[in-house]
């Protein structure tokens, strides 16, 4: 079972159009911080990502912040983090929530929201890091995204085993279930290598 001390969730800086959506969000938060496992995210006050923070916090939890200069100084920065670190860029942002954290969980999004999680599913499947990657599909909200991997898969541009390490879940519990019982694909990145 892998130990997890510390997870990434990307989330949404809008609420989204259902409520499920932020309830998911407040039901991880509570959870992580239940597990006494520390929430790392990208320190914004407003959206799910609000919504996440305010829970853990309010449960005893103990959550870091990374937020860039410039969204701060737009007064988006959450005012009651156990720690709140202000980097200069977005990929400054990016570097240091994943290297504090053990793995990570996207929340329904937007484009940075799906960027994110992107970015952090390729590290690992390059071997940057050893981290799993789960989507929280509140309400299937993640299926395009699913479907598009799949689709990659189908016209040989990733492989079946790079695909399987998207982890899906439909709620906070599972997704820490599949977090503690995921193992890395041993197999190179590259399709067909041998035959160009």
Known sequence: ?????????YAGSSPGARPAYADAAAELGRLLAERSIHVV???????LMGVLADAAIEAGGTVTGIIP????????????????????????RKLAMAENAD???????????????VEALTWTQLGVHDKPCVMLDVEDYWAPLAAFMDH?????FLRPEH??????????????????????????????????
């Open 152 to 156: 990659a898969v189908a016209e040989r």
């Open 69 to 92: 200069r410039t969204l701060m100084e737009r007064e988006v920065g959450h005012g009651s983090l156990t720690h709140l670190v202000v980097v200069e860029s977005m990929h400054e």
């Open 103 to 117: 793995a990570f969980i996207a929340l329904p999004g937007g484009i940075g929201t799906v960027e994110e999680l």
């Open 163 to 196: 695909r399987e390490m998207l982890l899906n879940a439909a709620t906070p519990t599972e997704a820490l279930g599949a977090i503690e019982d995921w193992t890395a694909p041993t197999v190179p990145k590259w399709i067909d290598r041998d035959e160009t």
């Open 41 to 47: 995210y990208g320190g914004g006050a407003v959206g």
């Open 1 to 9: 079972m892998r130990e997890v001390r510390s997870i990434c969730v």
